[in-house]
């Protein structure tokens, strides 16, 4: 239950805490305000203060969660740009597993299109891949077809993601070595990603 002391962020963090459960564990359609406000020990009013749509509570769980996904690959630690680029795909696929509930929202729902659900997703790739694309020092043509190319990527590694975790017929080790082998076949071919980290 919430206390009348509580901070406005603290209160903030209780209610997205509180949701994050529900979604979780029960499809987003199913869950409403309501139920969020009672588990809560909130009013209904309280939460729409917070949030004035489900959508935006739920926009709001998701971004927090790409928060710890941690978007700036340190490359310098790494080999060569690929190698870098794998332990953020890795990290990446990870993220996806254990946030499986809150992935299947943001990606099979009535809001997966929603603008307030696809920032976060945009704005960590767009991250990874203007760090990638700095770090072998691409510019001109060859950075914006690699670009799209990333984009492509990107698009295939969430499909497959999901399907993995959702089918279990490929095993997460065997996803990676798929996710990797598509990432030669098309980010690959347009620019080197085998140069020693750090050179852009």
């Known amino acids: 239950m919430t206390s009348s002391r509580m901070s406005s962020d603290a209160r903030r963090a209780h ?5 994050e459960r529900l979604f979780v564990s029960v499809a987003y359609d199913d869950v409403p305000m309501a139920q969020i406000a009672s588990e809560a020990g909130v009013t209904r009013a309280l939460v729409y203060h917070y949030f004035p749509t489900k959508a935006d509570l739920f926009a709001a769980i998701w971004a927090r969660a790409h928060e710890t996904l941690g978007t700036t690959v340190d490359f310098a630690q790494a ?16 993220f996806y597993e254990k946030h499986l509930g809150l992935v299947l929202t943001a990606n099979r729902s ?89 050179r852009g």
């Open 110 to 198: 009535a809001i997966a299109a929603a603008p307030v659900v696809r920032d976060p997703i945009t704005a960590t790739f767009d991250t990874l891949t203007t760090t990638v694309l700095d770090a072998v020092g691409a510019s001109g043509e060859p950075r914006r077809i690699a670009e799209t190319a990333f984009a492509g990527w990107i698009g295939f590694i969430r499909e497959a993601t999901v399907k993995t975790l959702l089918d279990r017929t490929v095993t997460p080790e065997q996803n990676l070595a798929i996710c990797i082998d598509v990432l030669d076949a098309t980010v690959g071919r347009h620019i080197d990603l085998d140069v020693p980290a750090g």
């Open 15 to 19: 209610l997205l805490d509180t949701a």
């Open 79 to 94: 080999r060569s740009v690929r190698d870098g680029l794998i332990s953020a795909l890795v990290a990446y696929l990870d």
